[in-house]
């Protein structure tokens, strides 16, 4: 079981780049990276998933060693709607019940 | 608009009560996800079905029970057995193929049982 590692908390200023790093030690070969964002009262939004190296969307990139024991969420220029609780979860596709278990988190809070 | 509804919002119950929560999706999705989420904490899984007609337990099904006999629903029943039932409930859907790490979330229903 590729039980995930996060810090507790983060706190950042507008306009900065954030990067929130996630320890997984044990990733299994066809183990999914994935992240996604909660606001207080409501349901969790993925926000992306990667295998390996970097991928990008629109709202972040996530960035993956070569060996895959841990991956970075970068979220460029945040701003104050950033505040939320971010999870880092390893899902393989066809998802495990063990492993779809979101953990505490890293809440990040945006000041201005 | 394609989502996922749950109703209602918010939901009171007096001890000793069964309460049913429901679930809907339009996505077209096969498998849907009931988690229990504590103040503070992050999300537990109850129950899964990757397909209807079938479901599996999570980590935390005592207490719970579900049912999917539609592709758009999959009601939660929380049962006087629940010790804590107390907990804001979430809903996910995803779609097959073996994509469970992109679930969409319905809002949630916060349970408070007196």
């Known amino acids: 079981l590729a039980k995930t590692t996060q810090p507790i908390s983060m706190d950042s200023y507008e306009g900065q780049e954030v990067n929130i790093t996630c320890s997984h030690n044990n990733i299994a070969t066809n183990d999914y990276i994935t992240w996604y964002q909660q606001f207080p009262s409501q349901g969790p939004r993925f926000i992306i998933q990667g295998y390996k190296t970097k991928v990008t969307n629109e709202v972040a990139s996530l960035f993956i060693p070569a060996d895959r024991k841990s991956s970075t969420l970068s979220l460029p220029r945040v701003s104050l709607s950033d505040t939320a609780v971010y999870y880092c979860l390893v899902v393989a596709p066809s998802g495990s019940a063990r492993q779809l278990t979101f953990g505490s988190g890293t809440q990040l809070t945006v000041l201005p | 608009d394609g989502g996922i509804t749950q109703s209602p919002k918010y939901l009171f119950r007096k001890e000793g009560q069964n309460v049913t929560l429901s679930c809907e999706q339009n996505l077209n999705h096969d498998a849907m996800y009931w988690y229990r989420q504590d103040p503070g904490q992050g999300l537990r899984l109850i129950y899964y079905?990757?397909?209807?007609?079938?479901?599996q337990k999570g980590d935390i099904a005592e207490g719970y029970s579900v049912s999917r006999e539609k592709k758009e629903s999959f009601p939660l029943t929380v049962t006087s057995a629940q010790k804590n039932p107390t907990a804001f409930y979430l809903c996910a859907s995803s779609s097959g193929g073996g994509r469970a790490y992109e679930q969409y979330f319905g809002p949630g229903t916060r349970l408070t049982v007196t």
């Open positions: 079905s990757q397909i209807v007609n079938d479901f």
